[in-house]
């Protein structure tokens, strides 16, 4: 199994950031884990600045380091500014708009409903999490499984109106994905133009 599935706090001690979501662990250390993390200031060369930011948003949105290559190849032989189309595919993964529709906790509580065979794409099952979705199409919770605790506890005080492209319908648990992300409405902290530059090298 190639996917990291080590302890995440460890991660995101690693970036300072808390990636995976809110932190009690990281926000009692917030120094790189290891036995010399609290003492080590070593100056990262600009290399390594790259490096790891392509690192933080493959660990963000639980991407394998394949398939961040392929994205990377289709942003570039797209029309516009390569690092903001990077970010549009990888928020239009299903995994991803399924954790912002609010239907899961986290990334990885998302992929698995949708490995699982929970998740619609236009009212047909997808269990592919790297589905990408496209503008227009509704994603939602199959029939079978709209009683799952798991979903019931995500959606419950979730604030849908955060994301301005896509638009919940509570009746139905389904969203629509109305457009791609603009760089300004996705909250990651991430700095795609190193990535850029990084893969450009």
């Given at each position: 199994?190639?996917?990291?599935?080590?302890?995440?706090?460890?991660?995101?001690?690693?970036?300072?950031?808390?990636?995976?979501?809110?932190?009690?662990?990281?926000?009692?250390?917030n120094?790189?884990?290891?036995?010399?993390?609290?003492?080590?200031?070593?100056?990262?060369?600009?290399?390594?600045?790259?490096?790891?930011?392509?690192?933080?948003?493959?660990?963000?949105?639980?991407?394998?380091?394949?398939?961040?290559?392929?994205?990377?190849?289709?942003?570039?032989?797209?029309?516009?500014?390569?690092?903001e189309?990077?970010?549009?595919?990888?928020?239009?993964?299903?995994?991803?708009?399924?954790?912002?529709?609010?239907?899961?906790?986290?990334?990885?509580?998302?992929?698995?409903?949708?490995?699982?065979?929970?998740?619609?794409?236009?009212?047909?099952?997808?269990?592919?999490?790297?589905?990408?979705?496209?503008?227009?199409?509704?994603?939602?919770?199959?029939?079978?499984?709209?009683?799952?605790?798991?979903?019931?506890?995500?959606?419950?005080?979730?604030?849908?109106?955060?994301?301005?492209?896509?638009?919940?319908?509570?009746?139905?648990?389904?969203?629509?994905?109305?457009?791609?992300?603009?760089?300004?409405?996705i909250?990651?902290?991430?700095?795609?133009?190193?990535?850029?530059?990084?893969?450009?090298?």
């Open positions: 199994m190639a996917r990291y599935t080590g302890p995440k706090t460890r991660i995101a001690r690693k970036f300072g950031e808390a990636i995976f979501g809110a932190d009690k662990v990281l926000s009692k250390k120094y790189p884990p290891g036995q010399h993390g609290n003492s080590r200031k070593r100056k990262t060369s600009e290399y390594g600045i790259q490096l790891r930011e392509k690192q933080k948003a493959k660990y963000t949105y639980g991407v394998l380091e394949k398939q961040f290559r392929n994205l990377f190849e289709k942003a570039q032989r797209a029309k516009g500014i390569t690092g189309i990077l970010l549009q595919l990888l928020e239009s993964r299903l995994d991803n708009v399924v954790y912002r529709l609010g239907i899961a906790p986290t990334r990885a509580a998302a992929r698995q409903l949708v490995s699982h065979r929970h998740i619609t794409v236009d009212g047909k099952v997808v269990n592919i999490p790297s589905y990408s979705v496209k503008a227009g199409q509704i994603v939602g919770v199959r029939e079978k499984s709209k009683s799952l605790e798991v979903v019931a506890d995500a959606l419950a005080g979730f604030n849908h109106s955060k994301y301005p492209w896509i638009e919940w319908d509570q009746n139905t648990m389904s969203g629509k994905l109305l457009h791609l992300p603009e760089r300004a409405d909250p990651e902290n991430i700095k795609e133009q190193l990535i850029v530059e990084l893969y450009s090298k």
